[in-house]
């Protein structure tokens, strides 16, 4: 069976319910759809970012908290790839082989080799330079 991990801008393209990628993933089973931990942390620091921005605008604290209680309650809800040893392995392999994409999508890619899955996402200009990353893109038809 197949496993899909969804990069960072497919799980927003998910929770903003983008059509296209809602009727792809409404005909993937459920158990074989992830995130990294990477995305987690990417989501997190953007909602934190956020509420840092804002300290002086008390006014808009309810809609800013109400975004990270949101993403918290969407986490619990995803099945979710951690950043073990063997994609650590597959990372610093990468940086030796001085593959050049930011660090953050270099671990989503480490995690989804690892994991022998297939990443879902609309950045084929930087994955493509992974060797041996599958990718997809969910958000055309």
């Given at each position: 069976m197949n496993r899909y991990t969804l990069d960072t801008d497919h799980l927003t393209l998910l929770k903003r319910n983008h059509p296209i990628v809602r009727s792809k993933i409404s005909l993937i089973p459920p158990e074989t759809i992830f995130v990294t931990i990477v995305t987690i942390e990417e989501q997190l620091r953007g909602r934190l970012?956020?509420?840092s921005k804002i300290a002086n605008?008390?006014?808009?604290?309810?809609?800013a908290y109400d975004y990270l209680?949101?993403?918290f309650l969407d986490?619990?809800?995803l099945n979710l790839l951690r950043f073990d040893p063997v994609a650590v392995d597959y990372f610093q392999q990468?940086?030796?082989?001085k593959i050049r994409i930011g660090s953050q999508d270099l671990k989503i890619a480490s995690i989804t080799?690892?994991?022998?899955a297939t990443l879902v996402t609309r950045n084929h200009r930087d994955f493509i330079q992974v060797p041996g990353l599958q990718l997809a893109d969910w958000s055309i038809l």
């Amino acid at each position: 069976m197949n496993r899909y991990t969804l990069d960072t801008d497919h799980l927003t393209l998910l929770k903003r319910n983008h059509p296209i990628v809602r009727s792809k993933i409404s005909l993937i089973p459920p158990e074989t759809i992830f995130v990294t931990i990477v995305t987690i942390e990417e989501q997190l620091r953007g909602r934190l970012a956020v509420i840092s921005k804002i300290a002086n605008q008390p006014e808009r604290f309810s809609i800013a908290y109400d975004y990270l209680f949101d993403s918290f309650l969407d986490f619990y809800n995803l099945n979710l790839l951690r950043f073990d040893p063997v994609a650590v392995d597959y990372f610093q392999q990468f940086r030796r082989q001085k593959i050049r994409i930011g660090s953050q999508d270099l671990k989503i890619a480490s995690i989804t080799i690892s994991q022998q899955a297939t990443l879902v996402t609309r950045n084929h200009r930087d994955f493509i330079q992974v060797p041996g990353l599958q990718l997809a893109d969910w958000s055309i038809l």
